[in-house]
Nanobody
């Protein structure tokens, strides 16, 4: 079970930190992906932390602004979002893929478990 949280309303240029927590299991052994879906658009991959946190990946649209990290003691993965833009507005989902194939981090179907989503709205 994954629980995504931390969304909200923020002004352009602001920051938010999303959290993805697991109620069971150990996220350390899972690749954790963050995806987002804006109204009327398809779900897109935003970032991924591979199992054991060995590598991280980012979509070009968020590179340099978003940072994914893990806190294994809290069994939680974070997505720190900075310099937010209106086009970042979307429902953000986290997903877990046991061990994961880093070459397929952007593919929705590769992930075994999904959180419920948290809404991020960037607006003045």
């Amino acid at each position: 079970q994954l629980q995504a949280s931390g969304g909200g309303l923020v002004q352009p240029g602001g920051s938010l930190r999303l959290s993805c927590a697991a109620s069971r299991g150990t996220l350390e052994y899972y690749a954790i992906g963050w995806f987002r879906q804006a109204p009327g658009k398809e779900r897109e991959a935003v970032s991924c932390s591979t199992a054991l946190g060995e590598r991280t990946f980012y979509a070009d649209s968020v590179k340099g602004r978003f940072t994914i990290s893990r806190d294994n003691a809290k069994n939680t993965v974070y997505l720190q979002m900075s310099s937010l833009k209106p086009e970042d507005t979307a429902v953000y989902y986290c997903a877990a893929d046991l061990w994961g194939d880093s070459t397929k981090w952007t593919i929705n179907g590769e992930y075994d478990f999904w959180g419920q989503g948290t809404l991020v709205t960037v607006s003045s």
